[in-house]
């Protein structure tokens, strides 16, 4: 499949336009604190919600990655789904999510590695109207122009279950 997968919520929770979005995104990360330049995180958890709910929260996760910029070869993220039950995890099989502020391409080599997970699926339909993932590309397309992998699961996934997905996209190394 050769499909990009449209912008599902923007305009409505975070703007739909590249210059309003591109300046929200650049203002939101502006107004961080510059944190410490040393190694960056292996992991982080920032919030999903409509960017006048939580982008500010997000913005301080994402700046502390803009740093890395250049040196962090692989993101995953990983999300809830909102729109239809799950069990396991839902991998798109677009090669792309659009957004305002352009493509981000999925690695779909990352993908079809995790795949072979019994508990990873492969579904279009659980990423169609989601927003979870969606409301973080912006500030992932700030700081890298390539998305590794693009993930939605049930609202309870084990950590067995995530790490499992994530050594096997090649985001984490098995200790």
């Known amino acids: 499949m050769n499909e990009t997968r449209p912008p599902a919520v923007a ?3 975070y703007p739909g336009q590249e210059p309003g979005l591109a300046r929200e995104v650049a203002a939101l990360m502006a107004a961080q604190a510059s944190p410490d330049p040393g190694a960056p995180p292996k992991a982080i958890i920032a919030p999903h919600a409509g960017y006048a709910y939580s982008g500010g929260a997000a913005a301080a996760v994402f700046s502390t990655l803009a740093q890395a910029r250049g040196t962090i ?3 995953v993220l990983l999300a809830p789904a909102h729109t239809m039950p799950l069990q396991g ?3 798109p099989a677009a090669t792309a999510f659009e957004t305002p502020l352009g ?9 079809a590695r995790a795949g072979k997970l019994p508990f990873v699926v492969e579904s279009d339909a659980a990423h169609a109207s989601e927003h979870a993932i969606e409301v973080e590309l912006p500030s992932c397309r700030r700081c890298w122009t390539r998305l590794a992998s693009c ?3 049930s ?6 279950t ?3 997905f994530c050594i096997s996209s090649g985001a984490a190394k098995r200790r």
């Open 103 to 111: 493509t981000m391409p999925v690695d779909r080599d990352a993908l």
């Open 151 to 153: 993930l939605s699961s």
């Open 155 to 160: 609202a309870e996934p084990a950590p067995k």
């Open 73 to 75: 070869e692989r993101i």
């Open 11 to 13: 305009g409505l929770f």
């Open 89 to 91: 995890i839902a991998a």
């Open 162 to 164: 995530w790490r499992s």
